[in-house]
């Protein structure tokens, strides 16, 4: 079902006030992973404001959908899209990477609300989600799984390792994004190990794949739609980001892979979205 | 001979006609029944592992990964987020090493209830040569935390310890041999208690601590002794390697101020050190000797044969536990000049 306007906008405001407590919290913690958290905050939006089956006051619901971070280094997105969707408080972000803090660059899901499953590792949330995933049908549960996935993550063996798994079990309740914000610590992806053509492999390796334009919410929801009315396997949403998406001196810029913000810095970034806005 | 155990039927000629991995396979179908949260998972060792067997019974809930051992542990602990229990199993070296950072940082880190079966423990591949001997898994895993580390002595052992595995709350890592190694126990009927050590033999002059396929080799050699030289050694079979049964070390610390260890593993970080870590924190004197594989990579050879190359079978105990009595050691009661 296509978005109604009044969705497409709420969904724009929420992702705008996202992208805006990013900026602070990337401040008051002396640096994030900024850019990153910026180009995917648009999915994690979507997913959590009107996709999730989720229930923030039982986080621990057994029959909530899934979602798992394998690009775990975007923690600082994900904490603070959790915050806004209400498993904690907003003034929990104040404390995110300080000593002995429940909130740190990768969120340990023991420790914080509403995170599924702890990554960090690159490769490693994937296999995870294929986990849940089979779980449900070993359970006989209806729950679904989401992943999003790093580009730069896709270079790591064990990403392709659970692909093939995804494929064989017919995983049609997993459903992975790739953030494909073209860059990574050491510049772009194509410069550094070429992923290219990276709809091709996914297709190869069985997924069936939508690729969109990762900050449009109406690309956005109807791959998700396709993906929840597919039976026949997982799907990959390749959605094409951009990194550091709102803050301009940040955009496709890979060394604001991870950075901090203050002073003047910060005043032009706080600019730069209320311009979006 | 045989002994009931939770519905569990289990003869001294199914031990000894049976492997570590067969008995292993049979015990986890049985469990399988009972437990609908038990899922098995392998990758392309479903038949050399032998938890096909429990495939076979509940194609619903076994899974191969192929040849993707970190996958293998990465969906382990989705599943096991999830609640189920899983049951994984692949060859130790690679459970260890290719899947290292899977099992610490998905597994362990996250404290899941995923139970690792390691099979062809230590050099027990013998001919498969040292890509396929694991000889460092014990000191990589030991250092995991939240990971309860087993190594049975024998086929019954491995049994009990796969039952008990249920019992512990998070993930546990049980090595294996290939089968084949010889029987210690004559029935099931002994107390198995995870962490806490079985006594062999009782002893007085030196204790030997060991575990695995040694078990075995140190029962004879203390036999031996005890016969033909009136030597008396306590035989310790510490097949809970963490959490290590410290005050059973302390006892041998204290009654036989002589200790050796016995493991099919380097001594660099295995049993070993496990156990060295605690006669020195203990503060008190004490003759002591870690012998396993040294620090080097394995030769190619019959299972036997390298146990006996690298003296861990019942000659080389002999030898070591002769050595260490002979060592001049100051053996008076007064404990306070040592600490």
């Known amino acids: ?277 | 001979m045989s002994t009931t155990e939770g519905g569990l039927t289990w003869t001294v000629y199914d031990a000894d006609k049976l492997t570590q991995r067969e008995i292993y396979g049979l015990v986890l179908t049985e469990l399988g029944e009972r437990h609908p949260e038990i899922v098995g998972l392998s990758a392309d060792l479903a038949k050399s592992t032998k938890i096909g067997t429990f495939g076979e019974r509940f194609p619903e809930r076994f899974f191969n990964f192929g040849i993707a051992e970190q996958n293998l542990f990465g969906v382990a602990a989705g599943m096991a987020k999830a609640g189920l229990v899983p049951f994984v199993s692949t060859f130790s070296s690679f459970a260890s090493m290719r899947a290292c950072e899977f099992l610490r940082t998905d597994v362990c880190y996250q404290n899941l209830n995923v139970k690792v079966i390691a099979t062809h423990g230590g050099t027990s591949f013998g001919s498969a040569g040292a890509t396929h001997h694991s000889t460092e898994d014990l000191s990589i895993v030991r250092a995991f935390a939240n990971l309860t580390v087993i190594v049975p002595a024998d086929g019954i052992e491995a049994a009990k310890a796969v039952r008990a595995c249920m019992e512990v709350p998070g993930p546990v890592y049980i090595r294996i041999g290939r089968g084949f190694e010889p029987r210690v126990y004559d029935s099931e009927d002994y107390p198995f208690e995870i962490g806490n050590a079985v006594e062999m033999c009782p002893g007085t002059d030196i204790t030997v601590i060991c575990c695995g396929p040694v078990v075995y080799h140190a029962v004879q050699a203390a036999k031996i002794l005890r016969e033909e030289q009136g030597v008396s050694v306590r035989v310790l079979n510490m097949h809970t390697i963490k959490p290590i049964d410290e005050a059973a070390i302390l006892r041998a610390v204290a009654d036989t101020r002589r200790i050796v260890t016995f493991e099919d593993h380097s001594v660099v970080g295995g049993l070993g050190t496990a156990v060295a870590d605690v006669v020195a924190a203990s503060g008190k004197g004490c003759a002591f000797e870690k012998a396993g594989i040294p620090d080097e990579f394995s030769m190619h050879g019959y299972p036997e044969d390298l146990m006996h190359h690298y003296k861990i079978d019942t000659d080389g105990i002999l030898e070591k536990i002769g050595e260490v009595l002979g060592r001049d050691f100051e053996a008076d009661e007064d404990w306070e000049d040592e600490v």
């Open chain 1, 1 to 277: 079902m296509p978005l109604r306007p009044e969705e497409r906008t709420r969904l724009k405001q929420i992702a705008l006030e996202i992208r805006q407590q990013i900026v602070e919290v990337t401040a008051w913690s002396g640096g994030a992973h900024i850019g990153g958290a910026l180009s995917m905050a648009d999915i994690l939006t979507i997913l959590y404001f009107n996709y999730l089956n989720i229930d923030p006051a039982r986080p621990d619901w057994p029959d909530r959908d899934r979602f798992v971070l394998s690009k775990g280094h975007g923690g600082v997105g994900h904490a603070v899209t959790l915050a806004h969707r209400g498993y904690f408080p907003k003034e929990d972000l104040r404390e995110f990477n300080a000593t002995g803090s429940k909130l740190g660059m990768h969120l340990d899901s023991s420790k914080a609300a509403g995170v599924d499953v702890s990554t960090g590792s690159m490769g490693h949330g994937l296999s995870q989600a294929v986990g849940l995933a089979l779980a449900a049908r070993v359970l006989k549960k209806p729950w679904r799984t989401y992943c999003i996935v790093g580009d730069g993550e896709s270079n790591e063996g064990s990403i392709w390792e659970a692909a093939m798994a995804a494929h064989h079990y017919k995983l049609a309740n997993l459903t992975a994004f790739c953030d494909r914000n073209h860059m990574m610590i050491d510049g772009l992806t194509e410069d550094v190990m070429s992923l290219e053509p990276l709809a091709a492999k996914w297709t190869a390796f069985g997924w069936q794949v939508r690729s969109v334009n990762g900050h449009d919410f109406d690309e956005l929801a109807g791959a998700i739609e396709f993906a929840r009315a597919n039976g026949d396997g997982p799907v990959m949403i390749i959605a094409d980001t951009v990194k550091g998406k709102g803050v301009d001196f940040m955009e496709n810029d890979p060394a604001w892979h991870y950075g901090g913000l203050g002073g003047e810095l910060l005043a032009k970034a706080r600019a730069s979205l209320e311009r979006m806005a």
